[in-house]
């Protein structure tokens, strides 16, 4: 079973960064994706940007490619994601997810997640 704590969420202007943390519990990250997804208000929850246990490329939503950055570090078992060039519409709370197998952008397809850590973006 697999634990998800994420953390640096917050209140940011226009054009600033943020750095999103998450420390996984109860697995290996070598072994397992690690995905961000968001949701805002009224919105489903949207994939942002997934990393795989073993050396392959991450993935990027559109919208978030070029500003954001993923990435992990196995021997602390973390994952973070870099966020530059915040605009309002990134604002949402943020969700860390793990999975066995593949890169998938489904929500549905990620049986671990954290609780959320806020981020608002003000213009």
């Known amino acids: 079973q697999v634990q998800l704590v994420e953390s640096g969420g917050g209140l940011v202007q226009a054009g600033g960064s943020l750095r999103l943390s998450c420390v996984a519990s109860?697995?290996?990250?070598?072994?397992?994706?690690m995905g961000w997804f968001r949701q805002a208000p009224g919105k489903e929850r949207a994939f942002v940007a997934a990393i795989p246990g073993i050396d392959a490329s991450p993935r990027y939503a559109d919208s978030v490619k070029g500003r954001f950055t993923i990435s992990k570090n196995n021997a602390n078992n973390a994952v973070y994601l870099e966020m530059n060039s915040l605009m309002p519409e990134d604002s949402a709370v943020y969700y860390c997810?793990?999975?066995?197998?593949?890169?998938?952008?489904?929500?549905?397809?990620?049986?671990?997640w954290g609780q959320g850590t806020q981020v608002t973006v003000s213009s």
């Open positions: 997810a793990a999975k066995y197998g593949s890169i998938l952008t489904t929500a549905s397809y990620y049986p671990y």
């Open positions: 109860g697995g290996t990250l070598s072994s397992v994706v």
